[in-house]
């Protein structure tokens, strides 16, 4: 893993030394996993999938460790309380994103109280210059392209509005498009090391960014933090846990220890098995290692890691066995949950939900649509229904199935609808895996696209490799070229190439001209941005911070336009 500069206006504080080890990146920082809630599944957080311990959003979902009761912790957190992991917006911070002051939002309305900016209106954290460790937990790890974490500026003012300008860089992980924690589709990765520059002291916030790899959104944590900088550097480690308990279960076991205490904070816990340390961490004070052997004895030791990363020494061990199969296994898996759709195009429904566990193990699921079953040995907790029709409503639900054949109850159901998008001979929705030869043509999200020559896996509303066939204005790329003539979207206008052009922002390059008085129709699914501009029933409107799904007129989102 290479460690990258960002680009542009936001520049790293300091060049982080720290080495990789592996796949995973050894480090020790201000924790951040927590406690997994339970996903309440709706139209903000259907996609809800990650979260830092000791972040704005997990303190809300906490309730400040209880001491506000649900209704003062929602007038404060919003729905942060119930889903802290649904922290998700656009990705391409800091270019792209969130707009300036909705960045702790991610620009997603159900979290707007989150970007209230004042220097005593949140709980902080307190951390000293260095090194510092922060843990994500996944409820569901996506595909990942790579974490980034930001911290405001000396002299920034937390009186005004969380805006890039006030942010740094100062530490990029980058990773290889695989799952956020290898083998698992849910729980606490592995800790991230950040450094924080020795000129920084009292309130500071850090803004902590995870792109995810298949999907157009990344998700957005904010940490408020009281700097210490007295100079000192920590080499106190933690008391030992102590109390290490287990319970054994046929093919896992839970344990729960006491906490351990520090001079500045615990932030996290570390497992031993058989001597051996397991990647994943806790912040809790309990854990639960699966997949493991029927029969088998096994030995435990807790030890807890400070901010700095200093680590105790081990606990007491504790002997366990896992009990034995039984003859015959009866019981089934508990219901998949939190199934929702990650995206829909004319004709296909791109399914994910939670993982189910079993006494022993699950083996596959069963995907039923308008209650049919119709996959019946998807191995992942995520699927893509296609051959669909366009402009059609398909119901879902999902049952989990054990190795002897016991079936789950159904989970949470689904209800979607694919877009509007008319089907040519010979169209296809358009895979990232496949090879596709010039003239070849595929649909994506409803338009239609030809590829020009050979390609795979290039995107086509972002790749030369495809021009445009659908009569449609497509929204403006980076990292496109376009030639004299071609249009597109950007922020709600329309604009019109002049000539070729690469990277250049329209309305801010010559090499663009607005076509005048044309605003693009709402459109129900699709997602806006601050500053957006929308036309409804003959109407414009702008849109104030980002929105889907919220009618104009109807929503104070938005705000009707003078011109």
């Excluded at 270019?95 to 960045?103: E, K, M, R, Y």
């Excluded at 911290?151 to 100062?170: A, C, F, M, V, Y």
């Excluded at 296809?428 to 070849?440: P, Q």
């Excluded at 104030?544 to 011109?563: I, L, N, Y």
Aim: proline fraction near 4%; charge should be negative; include cysteine.
């Amino acid at each position: 893993m290479k460690k990258r500069r960002l680009q542009d206006s936001i520049k790293p504080a300091e060049k982080n030394s720290n080495k990789t080890k592996k796949k995973w990146l050894k480090l020790a920082p201000l924790v951040m996993c927590g406690m997994v809630g339970t996903m309440a599944i709706g139209e903000t957080s259907a996609s809800a999938h990650g979260y830092i311990y000791g972040s704005r959003a997990h303190i809300g979902h906490t309730k400040e460790n209880n001491s506000l009761n649900w209704q003062q912790a929602e007038n404060k957190y919003g729905e942060a309380v119930s889903t802290p992991q649904g922290v998700e917006g656009p990705k391409g911070f800091p270019l792209n994103g969130p707009v300036d002051g909705q960045l702790a939002s991610g620009g997603n309305s159900g979290y707007s109280l989150l970007n209230i900016q004042t220097p005593l209106h949140w709980v902080k954290k307190d951390m000293k210059t260095g090194k510092n460790t922060l843990v994500w937990e996944y409820t569901a790890a996506h595909k990942t392209t790579k974490w980034h974490y930001y911290i405001t500026k000396q002299g920034w003012d937390p009186s005004q509005p969380l805006n890039r300008d006030s942010l740094e860089l100062i530490q990029t992980i980058d990773w290889d498009g695989t799952t956020a924690i290898p083998g698992k589709q849910s729980g606490t990765g592995l800790p991230h090391t950040i450094n924080i520059p020795n000129d920084r002291s009292g309130y500071h916030v850090i803004y902590a960014v995870w792109d995810v790899d298949d999907t157009v959104n990344a998700f957005y944590q904010v940490l408020d933090v009281n700097i210490i900088n007295d100079g000192e550097e920590d080499t106190e480690a933690p008391t030992i846990p102590t109390n290490l308990k287990a319970t054994a279960g046929i093919t896992k076991v839970n344990l729960k220890w006491t906490a351990s205490t520090d001079n500045v904070g615990v932030s996290h816990y570390n497992i031993y098995r058989n001597g051996e340390k397991l990647p994943e961490t806790t912040s809790e004070l309990n854990f639960e290692d699966v997949n493991l052997q029927a029969n088998t004895e096994y030995t435990y030791q807790v030890t807890a890691v400070d901010m700095a990363g200093n680590e105790s020494e081990k606990s007491a061990p504790i002997k366990v066995k896992t009990k034995e199969l039984p003859e015959i296994d009866t019981e089934a898996p508990t219901a998949p949950s939190g199934l929702h759709s990650m995206g829909e195009t004319a004709t296909t429904v791109d399914l994910m939900w939670t993982a189910s566990t079993d006494n022993v193990g699950v083996d596959h699921y069963e995907v039923y649509r308008d209650g049919k079953r119709v996959h019946d040995n998807v191995s992942e907790t995520r699927f893509t229904d296609s051959d669909l029709q366009p402009n059609t409503e398909y119901t879902y639900t999902v049952k989990a199935v054990d190795a002897a054949g016991n079936v789950s109850e159904a989970s949470n159901v689904l209800n979607v609808k694919t877009k509007n998008g008319s089907i040519e001979e010979g169209t296809t929705t358009w895979v990232s895996e496949k090879v596709y030869n010039t003239g070849d043509r595929v649909l994506v999200d409803g338009i239609e696209y030809e590829a020009k020559w050979w390609t795979q896996g290039d995107i086509p509303e972002k790749s030369d490799a495809w021009k445009l066939i659908s009569d449609v204005v497509v929204e403006w790329s980076m990292g496109k070229a376009y030639n004299g003539g071609d249009k597109v979207n950007y922020q709600g206008l329309i604009y019109e190439a002049k000539w070729w052009t690469q990277g250049d922002v329209p309305g801010k390059s010559d090499v663009w001209k607005p076509i005048r008085d044309v605003v693009v129709e709402w459109g129900m699914d699709k997602a806006y941005n601050g500053g957006d501009k929308v036309n409804y029933q003959g109407l414009i409107y702008e849109a104030k911070w980002w929105t889907q799904g919220d009618v104009p007129g109807k929503s104070d989102v938005w705000k009707k336009h003078s011109a």
